[in-house]
């Protein structure tokens, strides 16, 4: 089942924090952070995994609640670069690790 | 090192027509994923490639959608005969376990498919 993230949308200035949350229904092994600009891939930030590890390239951090089944994307001091869809796709185990992707949250930045 | 490289970009068909999309993936990255991403939607997984096996199909329309990935390197996705619905951008991804559990899935740049 998809995950379901809020809020939708998002108006920042500059400078601003963000918390974005996604939700499953699901038990999760590990969620993951992508950011996707307007006609471009998606590109990763973050995995978190079941025990409390996190892996990630970009200097934002997340948490994970296993017994919620809930994680947070946390985006301090906004920059404009960070404007995009940020996904949070879902891993619940097994063999297939493909991944279930939320609906995103348009994040807009502005000057 | 280089991207997940996918062609075509664009593709324009009018409904029943067939078309393929083909992915090379990251050198050394021996899954391999396609992903339809519908406007204003998450990707959604149609396929999952373990070197030239499928791991898993479940959400593939199989009916109209054939993929393969015959010497474990390059895939292509296939649609015959397409519907208006399939209009959507095709994501490949592949990916490499990190050290620890999971892995990182890197996106190709896609191929946006119109169907009129």
């Known amino acids: 089942q998809q995950p379901v993230q809020s809020p939708q949308a998002v108006i920042l200035r500059e400078g601003e924090d963000a918390v974005i949350n996604c939700s499953s229904s699901?038990?999760?092994?590990?969620v993951h952070w992508y950011r996707q600009k307007h006609g471009e891939a998606p590109v990763f930030l973050m995995i978190l995994l079941k025990g409390g590890e996190q892996k990630g390239h970009e200097k934002i951090s997340a948490s994970f609640n296993e017994k919620k089944q809930q994680s947070s994307l946390y985006l301090t001091a906004s920059q404009l670069s960070y404007s995009g869809t940020y996904f949070c796709g879902t891993y619940s185990g097994g063999g297939a690790d493909g991944l279930t992707f939320g609906k995103g949250t348009h994040l807009i930045i502005q000057p | 090192e280089a991207g997940v490289a996918q062609s075509p970009r664009y593709k324009i068909i009018e409904k029943r027509q067939s078309v393929a999309f083909w992915c090379n993936p990251i050198s050394g990255h021996a899954t391999l994923y396609w992903y339809q991403q519908i406007l204003g939607q998450g990707p959604k997984l149609l396929i999952q490639?373990?070197?030239?096996?499928?791991?898993?199909d479940s959400q593939l329309p199989k009916d109209r959608f054939s993929a393969e990935r015959l010497k474990g390197v390059d895939s292509t996705l296939k649609i015959q005969p397409a519907k208006l619905e399939d209009s959507a951008v095709y994501l490949c991804?592949?990916?490499?376990?990190?050290?620890?559990?999971?892995?990182?899935?890197?996106f190709g740049p896609g191929t946006r498919l119109t169907v009129l």
């Open positions: 490639f373990q070197n030239n096996g499928v791991v898993d």
């Open positions: 699901k038990a999760l092994y590990s």
């Open positions: 991804a592949s990916s490499y376990p990190l050290a620890g559990g999971g892995n990182e899935q890197f």
